[in-house]
């Protein structure tokens, strides 16, 4: 999982130098007043989106398939500790009742 967040921080980061370098050369607008940086960031999102959902699909699957492995045993393990105490209750209401 953190290996695709960072392959997914690093498509940001280059597309952000990217269009700072558009920006800078006057290729794309540069923004109105301070928003420089924060224009810069969206569009550097709104093109690294796309880019990362083709390009890290089998990162994403394989990320995917860890958190699955890792909530099914979580639910596992619920259920088990359910399973106990049932059986310590079914006990308990047993010795009571005799």
Do not use: H
Request: with cysteine; hydrophobic share 55%.
């Amino acid at each position: 999982m953190l290996r695709y967040t960072l392959m997914r921080f690093g498509i940001f980061a280059g597309c952000f130098l990217v269009v700072w370098g558009f920006a800078s050369t006057g290729i794309v607008p540069r923004g109105v007043g301070g928003s420089y940086f924060l224009w810069i960031a969206l569009l550097a999102l709104a093109i690294s989106a796309p880019i990362s959902y083709v390009v890290l699909r089998k990162a994403r699957d394989r990320a995917s398939a860890q958190i699955v492995a890792r909530v099914d045993r979580a639910k596992a393990g619920f259920e088990a500790n359910a399973a106990q105490e049932d059986v310590a209750d079914d006990a308990a209401r047993a010795q009571s009742a005799s």
